[in-house]
């Protein structure tokens, strides 16, 4: 005995297929959540987004990244531009895996402190943008 399947069935059969090998993708793909990865992410948008774009927040400030930590904790330092030996106004850094993030500092008490943290999360989850 023959089976036949009508053009709609073929249809049908061909779209659960497709959907099927669709749901087998990943999507984007998931940064790398160790320490380094994650500072190395956060120094790059950090340098972009606040240092090199004339953010007010960050004009009396350059970045001092010390991501070859042997502490284990990759860090960045927001020092003032006319000494950067002084203590730092902010301190971002990341320990374990996955990485555990801190910020503290005099930036992160002022107004600014929010919206860091906000930029620090993102940039540590693999988004880009400022």
């Not at 190395?40 to 340098?47: G, K, S, T």
């Not at 996955?98 to 620090?120: K, N, W």
Request: proline share 8%; aromatic share 6%; glycine share 8%.
């Amino acid at each position: 005995m023959k089976h036949f399947i009508s053009l709609g069935g073929v249809a049908v059969m061909a779209a659960l297929a497709l959907s099927a090998c669709q749901s087998q993708r990943s999507s984007a793909p998931v940064p790398d959540k160790s320490a380094l990865s994650t500072m190395e992410r956060v120094a790059v948008a950090a340098n972009s987004c606040w240092f090199k774009s004339g953010d007010p927040a960050f004009k009396d400030y350059r970045l001092a990244p010390e991501l070859n930590s042997f502490s284990g904790r990759p860090r960045i330092l927001a020092v003032p531009k006319r000494s950067p030996e002084s203590r730092p106004a902010l301190v971002v850094q990341a320990e374990g895996h996955p990485a555990r993030l801190d910020a503290f500092g005099p930036l992160m008490q002022g107004p600014a402190g929010e919206r860091i943290r906000h930029d620090v999360v993102r940039w540590a989850n693999g988004a880009k943008g400022c």
